[in-house]
Structure formats: structure tokens, C-alpha cells
């Protein structure tokens, strides 16, 4: 399976870690895929601002020579792992530039690591970091800082709401669930699914009913998730026994956000495959829930978008 075939590793404060240029050299060697080094940089934006200070020009070479100082290091470290990485050094914050550099270089995947957290943010991620999983056009990986979570423990979840009737919402999850499978396989991880039901009525309704209905009416919505989830995992191939992948199903009730954060911490998982936005800008899952993950997890997030999604950086950089 070549799940990608042009990635693009953004690369900010001259900020990079082993297991990130290790995912980023793997990822581009099994999918035969092109990649794309760029070293974001927001103080050369700055400095072109800043006309009136007499050795701008001086501060804009050296800082300049410094990108390239550690892009020619990079491609280095591509190349001795026989890949022939281009390299970009790119003016601004990624959260603003990303849109133009993947649609001049056709890129389906970008990888991002996360950026050092502050005392304030603790183990968050922070708000460049944030923006840029909400409004990445393509999938994007953000990973975790490796002093921040020092082991491999080999799980990876895929998110899903298999409760959405929409069909845009079932295709997202027929491609969370592919891109799941194909990360496990590749990191001979665990995969786990995971999904979260509730009653689709508020509580002054639910006084109405009797407890013998209140509990059918739990039974019949547990079990259209529970058959949800099946038909998907049939679509793409796969079973619980299956025998290339150990695969883990959780179908938990309760409130989507609380109970995938919690599960995430019980099973220390690596990464999480989910999807950020709706088709009207709400998260994939109910409410707010994927604006709560990622607001209150810390690990790998590969976040990808449903099809048709338009990026809101299309607009600044039309303007």
C-alpha cells in the first residue's frame, strides 16, 4: 500500500527530534513518496518588516545561513537512508504558510513535531500547533516530543464516530480506519478502535420513559455502534481475530471526549488517528470532542480532514 506519495516535513525553531526524522524517512522510503524538508522561520518575515534597522540585511544573511546550515544536515541524514529530500526554507509560521507549500508541491502528508510546551501549557499542545491540525488542508502528523514521551509502547487508536447516519461521515471513517491499519502494520503496533455511544435524547425525555424502555432504547442504540463499527472494519477488510494485526474494539458510553481521553491515558497509546473537522466546521465526533482531544491529549495525532474539506487558508492566500 502507498498510502503517500509526496510528504512534507515541516520543521520550525530549527526544532527536530530522531523519531521524527526517522517516521518522516521510513514513511517516504515505503510509500516510494518524494519528501519535501522545509524549515519555517518566522523571524525572517520579521526582519523584512523591519527596513528601518541599519543590519537587518547582516541579522537576515546570517539567520539565513543558519536554515541552510541545518537543512544541508538534514538531507544528509535523508540521503544516508537513500532518500534525495529537497529542501525550503520558508518565511513565516507554518500555520499560515502550509497551504501554499502543499499545493505548489502536491503534498499528501504532513509531519510536524510538536513544539517544546511551556510551564504554562504543560503537557497541551500549544496554539501554532493547534491551528495547524485544525486548517492543514492535507493529513497531518503531529508528533510528540520525544522528552515528553520517551517510549514506544506500540498502540495505535483510531477514533471514530460510527454513529453519524451522513455518508461523508462514514467515508471519513472508512479512511481514519486505512490509515490506521496501514500505521500498524508499518509499526507492528496494537490497533484499537474505538467508538462512543450515548441515548440520542435529552434527560427531560428520557424521564418520560419507563426503566424496561430507558434500558431497550440503551440496548438498541449500543448495538446499531456496535454494527456500525463491523460494517466498517468489514469494508476495509479486517476482523477482531484477524491474523496479521492484533486488533481491539471499545465501543464506551458516555460523554466522547471524556472517555477517549481516558482510554488514550489507560492504554498509553502512541498515536491517534482522528478526524478535526465536519462538514460544517464541527468536529467529526459530537460537539466539541475533537477540539477537546486535542486540547487534552499528548501523543502522535495523525489528523485528517473529510473530503471536500477547504482549508480557510485558501482565503489568506488568495488574498
Same mark, same amino acid.
Given at each position: 500500500m502507498h498510502a503517500f506519495r509526496s510528504i512534507l516535513l515541516a520543521v520550525t525553531r530549527q526544532h527536530s527530534s530522531?523519531?521524527?526524522?526517522?517516521?518522516?524517512?521510513?514513511?517516504?522510503?515505503?510509500?516510494?513518496? &518524494?519528501?519535501?524538508?522545509?524549515?519555517?522561520?518566522?523571524?525572517?518575515?520579521?526582519?523584512?518588516?523591519?527596513?528601518? /534597522?541599519?543590519?537587518?540585511? $547582516?541579522?537576515?544573511?546570517?539567520?539565513?545561513?543558519?536554515?541552510?546550515?541545518?537543512? $544541508?544536515?538534514?538531507k544528509a541524514l535523508a540521503w544516508e537512508q537513500g532518500i534525495?529530500?529537497?529542501?525550503?526554507?520558508?518565511?513565516?509560521?507554518?500555520?499560515?504558510?502550509?497551504?501554499?507549500? &502543499? $499545493?505548489?508541491?502536491? /503534498?499528501?502528508?504532513? /509531519?510536524?513535531l510538536a513544539d517544546a510546551s511551556g510551564t504554562l501549557t504543560g503537557r497541551q499542545l500549544v496554539g501554532n500547533d493547534l491551528a495547524l491540525l485544525r486548517k492543514c488542508p492535507v493529513p497531518i502528523l503531529m508528533m510528540t516530543d520525544r522528552d515528553q514521551q520517551p517510549s514506544f509502547h506500540g $498502540? /495505535?487508536?483510531?477514533?471514530?464516530?460510527?454513529?453519524?447516519?451522513?455518508?461523508?461521515?462514514?467515508?471519513?471513517?472508512? &479512511?481514519?480506519?486505512?490509515?490506521?491499519i496501514y500505521l500498524a502494520i508499518q509499526e507492528q503496533a496494537e490497533l484499537h478502535l474505538v467508538s462512543v455511544w450515548n441515548v440520542p435524547l435529552a434527560r427531560r425525555s428520557l424521564k418520560t420513559l419507563s426503566d424496561e424502555e430507558l434500558y431497550e432504547l440503551q440496548e438498541i442504540t449500543q448495538r446499531r455502534y456496535h454494527n456500525k463499527l463491523q460494517e466498517v472494519m468489514q469494508e476495509v477488510g479486517i476482523k477482531e481475530s484477524d491474523e496479521q494485526l492484533s486488533i481491539s474494539t471499545h465501543l464506551l458510553k458516555g460523554n466522547p471526549a471524556t472517555e477517549i481521553q481516558q482510554l488514550v491515558s489507560e492504554l498509553n497509546v502512541d498515536m491517534i488517528v482522528m478526524g478535526t473537522l465536519g462538514r460544517n466546521k464541527e468536529g467529526i465526533f459530537v460537539g466539541n470532542t475533537a477540539e477537546t482531544l486535542l486540547n487534552s491529549i499528548y501523543c502522535s495525532i495523525l489528523a485528517v480532514k473529510p473530503e471536500g474539506f477547504i482549508s480557510p487558508l485558501a482565503e489568506t492566500a488568495s488574498n
Open positions: 530522531d523519531l521524527e526524522l526517522h517516521q518522516a524517512f521510513r514513511l517516504a522510503r515505503d510509500n516510494r513518496a &518524494t519528501l519535501l524538508i522545509a524549515m519555517f522561520d518566522q523571524s525572517l518575515e520579521t526582519l523584512h518588516y523591519l527596513q528601518f /534597522i541599519p543590519l537587518e540585511k $547582516k541579522l537576515e544573511d546570517h539567520l539565513r545561513q543558519q536554515l541552510e546550515d541545518e537543512l $544541508k544536515r538534514l534525495d529530500a529537497k529542501t525550503l526554507i520558508v518565511a513565516g509560521r507554518p500555520r499560515q504558510a502550509v497551504y501554499q507549500v &502543499t $499545493k505548489e508541491h502536491h /503534498i499528501d502528508l504532513v /509531519i510536524k $498502540k /495505535i487508536m483510531v477514533a471514530m464516530d460510527v454513529g453519524d447516519p451522513d455518508s461523508n461521515a462514514h467515508d471519513l471513517n472508512r &479512511t481514519l480506519l486505512q490509515y490506521g
